[in-house]
């Protein structure tokens, strides 16, 4: 049969298949089947524990969207050189931080993260509170 399909065919994809050889092992040793099927015993609750972590970032990614929306795409631009002077999202009236002199709060700016980091649509609006709670980067974010 392998013959048939040519030199092309590549069995090393098929290779990966060999990290389950040790779960033959399972059978033989009482112990091992013991711990296995409390592992998946464990898996329907462990599934929705994160059904419910979802829901919850999806939550706080809604609320994201309502408050942040567009806001992460103006930064402060120099006068003369038309170049951007600090890279940070401003805006034009207080509570925002406002631009030093010399400078105007316009857009566009790609954003935070290279573009990553911002609430405009859902799936970005998801990551970036992802982002949060796992408190991998959550500071830069803080002070945007």
Known sequence: ILSTMGSDFDLRTLRAVRVLRPLKLVSGIPSLQVVLKSIMKAMIPLLQIGVLLFFAILIFAIIGLEFYMGKFHTTCFDN???EIREEFPCGKSPPSRLCPDGTTCRG????PNYGITQFDN?????LTVFQCITMEGWTELLYW
């Open 80 to 82: 003369q050189t038309d």
């Open 122 to 126: 859902i799936l970005f609006a998801i």
């Open 108 to 111: 566009y700016w790609l954003g």
